[in-house]
């Protein structure tokens, strides 16, 4: 009594019941589709018994009959599903469907020595799949508890069929064992399919800035690593270049922070904009500050993409108070290499040495560290914060 009470608890307090399965409008399609694809797999499945087995031995036609009306139910609805009704039910009905063919079917063909039993297995996996742990466990209940009654009460011999039907029931068993294996093979590579499908889609989002849209500093990480191992290959230039909104603070005093939120995200689709495609990449740095990452981009390129960065930054025409000419800016620093021989921190801070020199010197500004006195990189190192 306590291990079951354990169990349940242990089901209670599952992360799967936290909430539905399907709580969006995509996730319902989603799983309608699931629900229309297992309907026509267990029609054909179930039409592909009824049509083979009299070919291996003989059986009365009865079981036939039953099975091309079996089979017929679930492309009725499988047409259903594919004409888009019940969409919010689909996955009840189909198991609904399913358990209440099956229970007279075992019932007839000897109850727990019945040659569906590789059918029930399977069961709590496609509930599990169409509707998530509430309904799997409810289907596994009801199975244990028939069969458990049957056993009770001394039927697990009970059988309508003849002695010398017994070539059939071993070809039905045979034919629905391999039917199993393979519906049992499509829900698993379904599962998998969905499981990575969703880890790829948790990645993104933890890679993604939720205000921009565009990548955050973890998704930056994976580029930088990413285009760092091909400039090191190739030997073809890469431009790490920082971006910081000139007194956006002031902005957001004299706006509001709803307006500041909209500037940010302005300017980050108008950097978007402007990069390539496929080559180039945008993310947010933090606060006010975006990263771009330029592949084969030499220092004279870097500066005029920068130059083309600012244009546009100061074409949004975003004031900083209303009726006011002042608009907002940016300043750009970058470093650019063709070693890949440095690692993502010191293109950062060779970038980053650049930015915050074009801050102290007026600001809306491209500024290339390379062509700043080695002293003021010495100065930078020892106190990257001095000029902020």
Same mark, same amino acid.
């Given at each position: 009594?306590?291990?079951?009470?354990?169990?349940?608890?242990?089901?209670?307090?599952?992360?799967?019941?936290?909430?539905?399965?399907?709580?969006?409008?995509?996730?319902?399609?989603?799983?309608?589709?699931?629900?229309?694809? =297992?309907?026509?797999?267990?029609?054909?499945?179930?039409?592909?018994?009824?049509?083979?087995?009299? *070919?291996?031995?003989?059986?009365?036609?009865?079981?036939?009959?039953?099975? =091309?009306?079996?089979?017929?139910?679930?492309?009725? *609805?499988?047409?259903?599903?594919?004409?888009?009704?019940?969409?919010?039910?689909?996955? !009840?009905? !189909?198991? &609904?469907?399913?358990?209440?063919? !099956?229970?007279?079917?075992?019932?007839?063909?000897?109850?727990? %020595?019945?040659?569906?039993?590789?059918?029930?297995?399977? !069961?709590?996996?496609?509930? %599990?799949?169409?509707? /998530?742990?509430?309904?799997?466990?409810?289907?596994?209940? @009801?199975?244990?508890?028939? @069969?458990?009654?049957?056993?009770?009460?001394?039927?697990?011999?009970?059988?309508?069929?003849?002695?010398?039907?017994?070539?059939?029931?071993?070809?039905?068993?045979?034919?629905?064992?391999?039917?199993?294996?393979?519906?049992?093979?499509? $829900?698993?590579?379904?599962? #998998?399919?969905?499981?990575?499908?969703?880890?790829?889609?948790?990645?993104? @989002?933890?890679?993604?800035?939720?205000?921009? /849209?565009?990548?955050?500093?973890?998704?930056? #990480?994976?580029? $930088?690593?990413?285009?760092?191992?091909?400039?090191?290959?190739?030997?073809?230039?890469?431009?790490?270049?920082?971006?910081?909104?000139?007194?956006?603070?002031?902005?957001?005093?004299?706006?509001?922070?709803?307006?500041?939120?909209?500037?940010? =995200?302005?300017?980050?689709?108008?950097?978007?904009?402007?990069?390539?495609?496929?080559?180039?990449?945008?993310?947010?740095?933090?606060?006010?500050?975006?990263?771009?990452?330029?592949?084969?981009?030499?220092?004279?390129?870097?500066?005029?993409?920068? #130059?083309?960065?600012?244009?546009?930054?100061?074409?949004?025409?975003?004031?900083?108070?209303? &009726?006011?000419?002042?608009?907002?800016?940016?300043?750009? /620093?970058?470093?650019?290499?063709?070693?890949?021989?440095?690692?993502?921190?010191?293109?950062?801070?060779?970038?980053?040495?650049?930015?915050?020199?074009?801050?102290?010197?007026?600001?809306?500004?491209?500024?290339?560290?390379?062509? *700043?006195?080695?002293?003021?990189?010495?100065?930078?190192?020892?106190?990257? &914060?001095?000029?902020?």
């Amino acid at each position: 009594m306590n291990l079951l009470s354990s169990i349940m608890t242990t089901y209670r307090d599952s992360i799967i019941f936290e909430s539905q399965p399907y709580s969006t409008v995509a996730d319902v399609a989603k799983a309608h589709q699931i629900a229309r694809r =297992v309907a026509l797999v267990v029609g054909l499945c179930i039409l592909s018994v009824s049509l083979i087995r009299p *070919l291996m031995s003989s059986l009365p036609s009865f079981y036939v009959v039953v099975g =091309v009306i079996s089979s017929t139910l679930f492309f009725a *609805l499988w047409y259903q599903f594919r004409r888009g009704h019940w969409l919010n039910h689909s996955a !009840l009905i !189909l198991v &609904g469907a399913g358990n209440l063919t !099956l229970l007279p079917m075992v019932l007839l063909s000897g109850g727990v %020595m019945t040659q569906f039993a590789p059918i029930i297995v399977i !069961l709590p996996f496609i509930s %599990m799949l169409l509707g /998530g742990a509430r309904l799997a466990i409810a289907s596994t209940l @009801l199975w244990s508890f028939f @069969l458990i009654f049957l056993y009770s009460i001394g039927m697990n011999d009970f059988d309508l069929s003849q002695d010398d039907w017994a070539p059939g029931k071993l070809a039905s068993r045979t034919i629905w064992l391999v039917l199993s294996s393979v519906v049992a093979l499509t $829900l698993a590579i379904q599962q #998998e399919t969905r499981s990575r499908l969703l880890q790829k889609e948790l990645i993104k @989002l933890a890679q993604i800035d939720p205000l921009t /849209g565009i990548n955050n500093r973890r998704g930056l #990480e994976d580029i $930088l690593e990413r285009e760092i191992t091909l400039s090191s290959r190739t030997h073809h230039w890469l431009t790490v270049m920082i971006i910081d909104v000139d007194f956006f603070k002031r902005y957001n005093d004299s706006n509001g922070h709803s307006q500041g939120d909209l500037a940010l =995200v302005q300017i980050a689709q108008a950097l978007l904009t402007s990069a390539r495609k496929e080559q180039d990449s945008v993310a947010r740095f933090g606060g006010e500050e975006f990263v771009v990452v330029l592949r084969n981009t030499d220092r004279a390129a870097a500066r005029r993409v920068a #130059e083309k960065f600012r244009a546009q930054i100061r074409a949004l025409n975003l004031n900083y108070k209303a &009726g006011d000419a002042e608009v907002l800016t940016i300043t750009c /620093g970058f470093y650019s290499v063709n070693s890949g021989a440095e690692s993502q921190e010191q293109l950062i801070e060779k970038a980053d040495q650049a930015l915050y020199f074009g801050k102290a010197n007026g600001r809306d500004q491209v500024v290339d560290v390379q062509d *700043l006195a080695p002293a003021y990189q010495t100065m930078s190192q020892s106190d990257p &914060g001095f000029c902020r």
